[in-house]
């Protein structure tokens, strides 16, 4: 097979593996089509199984005869490998770099994977969109399920399947998708059962230089709203931002063509500088050696945080404008597949209690982002260590699970899932064994038939051996809407994905296993207490019908 | 009282902080001998204590009012609007007047009266003994001995009567090598590691100028040496920049000379002087008190301000002092806490944090170390609070005789006591006792592990912390297992006495087993929910005061709100901010 002709040396014996926070091992370097697996050969364990896709770069020097090869993971996990004999090691080097950047994804290892778990529910079919329109059908009869895109014909980056406003009709849905970008016409994203509003979302509409307009797109949004009520639209681009995009046939909708809606400008990054933070950020987190004053200069030079306080603020936006001001709101960047989605999804995790649990994350992940046509092929290809400098590449997943992230810490009882659930699909997200974040939306998806060739990561995380690991013991349902803090003293580096292997977390995990302790030990005696109550209350009955004459 | 000329003004407005568009509560405010009350519509009082306050500024006036800002050494920080500049006035000279104190006997300690008896608040005070501490140390031991050479204070004003010294020292050394060092302060035991037979000593700069030098001083630092017999080296750390050391050496104070100490090796670890520290943590307030903060300008002013470097410093240099005790090092060692901490109407010069950097140091302890500490950081909190309250006697005065000078045990009452009846609210739930594995910790001081301290620089400033709280839910929960652990046993014995009422002859075996029944996983998770006992504390788990109008949102976005300036003016910033 085709792999074979990449591996020139399969085996090497004599490797040393160098890892932070472990002793160095010695043992044999294997390569297969999919992985390197170090094994030492002592108890015949595997010190190291890592995957080819999760390579994002790789170093390799020489001191005489001994090579080294520094390997630089998605994950930001820095490991090095030192291969007594230079052609074995600039064959191992050649082999990974070859290995790690495949162009064909058909041969990815998800179309490989066997799993060995027997699977219970096939997470292809846990999420799909008429389930959860039910979930809204109960509350609202103003909306539809439209199959208007089921060829992906109106719009290649939708689902084939789309809710929209039960008023407008196909034919209507055709001529919008002109006249938003990538045909990416208002689609509900959520709808607030407490007053029945809608965060909707699209791409930017195609006005131009000479303010085109399209009736049917301001009758589709007007149709969202109540009578003599006013919307908000955010737009995710500065104003400056926006009226540079005309130039290029895009725009923004005109006060006098949108008469009832607000439109407020926001400010988020795309694309390459958020690439460029991520790799700043990461630096600076990976290096011991700088003084406090470098750290805190590299810290704020990356503006990572920035960009979180950034979406923060336009999503708290989007759910105040909702819940207090009680308008709805249609959301839109340029294409609306990266800020767009980042904002829509966070709304609802402040809005929303279900997103808040396991299953309702999931499902916002599948139906915010992965059916709403975020390109994760693109965006994650390549990871913080990469000097490809493409424009596609962008850490936008990786921000919106920090921003969940900061606001699990500031409601840390209000979450079903813990910090691991994100950290695993932040990794899902960039190497993995499944094929749920394979294609860059549902149209190139249903061409590579994932669900008949792979396996999807919720079949895999929906078990209860996995689940149990991801869930917070503090979790207590809360059906309030949660307000963060946006302010800069209240964000904070996000330790378990960026310092993760910095520095050994050794004590705080024993913390973390102390208090789910108490928790358990807690639900014992509460069991225990309750038992017996009920086994005196019941001899207290005996002894009254033994007393009673 | 005499200082108080309006006791109740209405109508006045309660600034929120960081609104950039001038968000209110309206309220009144009541002046009492030693608090400032200010009580909102909805009923919520806020108290501050006059010694609390560090600084009372009023700004010119405006349309809505005169506005009185206070900071405070808590780093609370409130901002009123008094309708009636006259009232505002009367407020603004009371405050002045009330909040520095020119005698000791005005501070509240002296007046704080919390219903213990004359017993009681004598056993407050021998809550905890110093020889008791050392005793635990394995002090006195072969190599060092308690010295009378300050019983009467005479050979150093600043240091306690009971000083611990190397056993070979004789008195007239002691004595002259006290007249070489700063204040007289002679280098003394501060610290014993029994295990490894090493000791922490503490004395001030020689007064060596650029070529005195000490026979007796030099025998002292020998015979310290010696005391260590397991180490051939002894070292030298020297707390400040080598800079300021050589400095001092033109006011005839400076360093040690190595040439003229042997097996001693001198090393300066560069740790800034109090007026560095001040100024440091003033700029750290003023850019954690800026209106609409950018990410931005809180890291480049966090890393201007140098707070964080001050700490990592600090922490670097004494990373296993800072286990040591709070009341051995610093209230016996002469800290000088009134004036460092500004009680008394001094010269502000010698106002410094050092305390406060002295309690973060051991909260970034406590923040890696999670299980290594019994207390938690409310107890950090609250020793912060007091040092500066006056309320306890503890940290008035500047050194042992000064206070034994004020009769402070006569006069007021010791804190540790009252923590110790609250010891509840300071207990970490998740300290590991029983692991030896923290007899010393080794933290790790690379830069990324500190940050800034939000508890405490903003520990009034509702909005900015988590809205749930893991720590008070297992620290309840603690409490509700130890409960839960009682009713067991009650109910236990409840139903054995019950059996054998019942079944007077049945073997006690049968008995046993079935007081502890297998049960059903489905019917206990049933009782479960059928029967809370003892609830953990709901209120905990609500979200308090979650609210977008708190968090401000709408400001961040130029449409909703037209922006005026966020700047704190100048003159505000730079407030006399002291400790």
């Not at chain 1, 390197?36 to 995957?51: G, H, K, P, V, Y």
Request: glycine share 4%; proline share 4%; hydrophobic share 35%.
């Amino acid at each position: 097979m085709e792999f074979a002709e990449l591996i020139k040396t399969p085996r090497v014996d004599n490797v040393v593996l160098h890892r932070p926070f472990y002793p160095a091992v010695e043992g044999t370097l294997c390569l297969t089509g999919h992985h390197l697996i170090l094994s030492s050969r002592q108890d015949n364990t595997e010190e190291l199984w890592l995957l080819h896709s999760n390579i994002d770069a790789i170093d390799k020097r020489f001191v005489g005869s001994l090579g080294t090869i520094i390997i630089k993971c998605k994950d930001f996990r820095i490991i090095q490998l030192d291969i007594p004999g230079m052609e074995e090691c600039l064959n191992i080097a050649s082999s990974i770099e070859a290995l790690s950047t495949l162009d064909s994804i058909t041969l990815m290892y998800p179309f490989f994977y066997r799993p060995m778990f027997e699977v219970i529910e096939d997470g292809w079919h846990s999420f799909l969109p008429e389930q959860e329109f039910e979930l809204y059908s109960s509350a609202t009869s103003e909306w539809r399920l439209s199959y208007v895109n089921k060829e992906f014909a109106v719009c290649p980056s939708y689902p084939p399947i789309v809710i929209v406003p039960k008023s407008v009709d196909d034919e209507a849905l055709r001529k919008v998708a002109t006249f938003r970008h990538g045909g990416r016409f208002p689609v509900l994203s959520y709808y607030h059962k407490k007053n029945g509003m809608v965060i909707m979302r699209s791409g930017q509409p195609l006005t131009g230089t000479n303010g085109r307009r399209c009736k049917e797109d301001e009758k589709l949004i007007n149709a969202t709203l109540r009578a003599g009520k006013r919307g908000y639209i955010i737009d995710t681009r500065s104003l400056n931002v926006a009226q540079q995009a005309r130039a290029k046939g895009g725009g923004f909708e005109q006060e006098a063509h949108y008469p009832q809606w607000r439109r407020i400008h926001k400010s988020i990054e795309r694309y390459h500088i958020l690439q460029e933070s991520l790799i700043k950020f990461v630096e600076a987190c990976n290096e011991q050696t700088h003084n406090m004053d470098r750290w805190l200069s590299k810290l704020e030079a990356s503006n990572w945080l920035t960009h979180i306080k950034e979406i923060l603020t336009t999503a708290c936006l989007a759910a105040q404008c909702i819940d207090r001001e009680g308008a709805s709101v249609l959301i839109h960047g340029t294409e609306g597949i990266d800020s767009t989605l980042q904002v829509t999804s966070l709304a609802q995790i402040i809005l929303e209690p279900r997103s808040r649990t396991i299953r309702g994350f999931e499902a916002l992940t599948e139906r915010e982002w992965l059916q709403a046509g975020h390109p994760f092929q693109q965006r994650c290809a390549q990871s913080a260590y990469c000097n490809s400098k493409q424009k596609w590449e962008a850490p936008v997943f990786l921000l919106f699970l920090d921003c969940v992230w900061q606001i699990l810490r500031q409601f840390p009882c209000s979450f079903e899932f813990n910090e691991h659930f994100l950290i695993m699909l932040f990794e899902h997200a960039y190497a993995s064994q499944f094929g749920t974040f394979l294609g860059n939306n549902e149209s190139e998806r249903c061409k590579l038939k994932l669900q008949q060739k792979t396996m999807s990561l919720w079949s895999w995380v929906n078990r209860p051996n996995e689940l149990s690991k991801f869930t917070n013991p503090l979790f207590e349902a809360n059906n309030l809407v949660i307000w963060p803090s946006v302010a800069p003293q209240s964000l904070q580096l996000w330790e378990g994905i960026f310092l993760r292997w910095n520095r050994t977390s050794k004590y705080l995990d024993e913390a973390y296993e102390e208090m789910v302790n108490i928790i358990e030990y807690n639900k014992e005696l509460q069991a225990k207490v309750n038992i017996l109550r009920r086994q005196l209350a019941e001899l207290e009955t005996e002894d009254g019908m033994q007393e009673s004459p | 009282m005499e200082h108080i000329r309006t006791t109740k003004v209405e109508q006045v407005k309660l600034l929120d902080r960081f609104s950039t568009s001038n968000k209110s509560l309206t309220g009144t405010l009541y002046l009492t001998a030693t608090h400032l009350l200010f009580i909102d519509s909805h009923q919520k009082e806020t108290w501050i204590l006059h010694h609390h306050i560090a600084s009372v500024e009023k700004l010119a006036l405006t349309t809505s009012g005169c506005p009185l800002v206070i900071q405070c050494k808590n780093f609370r920080i409130v901002h009123f609007i008094v309708p009636r500049e006259r009232d505002c006035h009367d407020i603004y000279n009371s405050l002045l007047q009330l909040s520095k104190q020119a005698k000791y006997e005005d501070l509240y300690a002296f007046s704080y009266n919390p219903k213990q008896n004359d017993s009681e608040r004598l056993q407050g005070w021998q809550l905890i003994d110093l020889a008791e501490e050392y005793k635990r140390m394995g002090v006195p031991n072969s190599h060092w001995q308690l010295s009378d050479a300050n019983r009467e204070y005479k050979i150093c004003e600043t240091y306690p009567r009971e000083l611990y010294v190397p056993r070979i020292a004789s008195k007239p050394i002691i004595v002259g090598s006290s007249k070489f060092r700063s204040k007289g302060r002679f280098p003394v035991l501060s610290y014993y590691h029994q295990d490894k037979e090493a000791a922490i000593c503490r004395c001030s700069q020689p007064l060596s100028g650029f070529s005195a030098r000490c026979l007796e001083d030099e025998h002292l630092l020998q015979a310290v040496s010696k005391a260590n017999p397991v180490n051939r080296y002894m070292y030298v750390m020297d707390t400040r920049p080598k800079l300021n050391a050589m400095a001092n050496r033109a006011a005839g104070k400076g360093y040690e000379n190595e040439d003229n100490y042997s097996n001693i090796r001198f090393q300066f670890v560069g740790i800034e002087n109090i007026h560095v520290m001040r100024s440091s943590l003033q700029k750290l307030l003023e850019v954690s008190g800026t209106k609409g903060l950018s990410v931005n300008d809180f890291y480049s002013g966090l890393e201007s301000s140098g707070w964080l470097r001050h700490i990592k410093a600090v922490m670097d240099a004494a990373i296993f002092l800072a286990k040591v005790l709070i009341e051995k090092d610093w209230i016996s060692f002469g800290h000088k806490f009134s004036e460092r901490c500004g009680h008394l109407d001094g010269d502000p010069k010698e106002v410094s944090p050092v305390f406060t950097q002295f309690l973060e140091c051991v909260w970034h302890l406590t923040e890696q170390f999670p299980q290594a500490f019994e207390f938690n950081e409310a107890f950090l909190l609250q020793i912060h609070e007091h040092i500066h309250s006056c309320q306890f006697g503890n940290f008035l005065g500047n050194c042992q005789k000064e206070r034994e000078e004020l009769k402070l045990k006569e006069k007021t009452y010791s804190l540790w006591p009252f923590l110790l009846e609250d010891q509840k609210k300071y207990l970490n739930p998740l300290y590991s006792f029983k692991s030896q594995r923290f007899t010393v910790l080794e933290p790790n001081t690379v830069s990324f592990n500190f940050k800034f301290w939000r508890n405490m620089y903003h520990q009034f400033d509702r909005t900015l912390h988590p809205r749930q709280s893991v720590f008070n839910i297992i620290m309840n929960m603690n409490e509700q297992n130890k409960q839960l652990q009682k009713d067991i046993q009650d109910l236990e014995s409840k139903i054995k006495r019950h059996k054998n009422k019942q079944t007077d002859g049945i073997l006690t075996k049968e008995l046993v087993h079935s007081v502890c029944p297998e049960s059903p996983t489905l019917k206990t998770s049933l009782c479960f929910k059928e029967q809370t006992l003892l609830p953990v504390n709901d209120a905990l788990r609500t979200i308090e005061g979650s609210s977008p109008a708190d968090n401000r949102y709408s400001e961040y976005a130029e449409e909703f709100s037209k922006s005026e300036p966020a700047v704190v003016s100048l003159e505000y910033g730079v407030a006399r901010m002291t400790c």
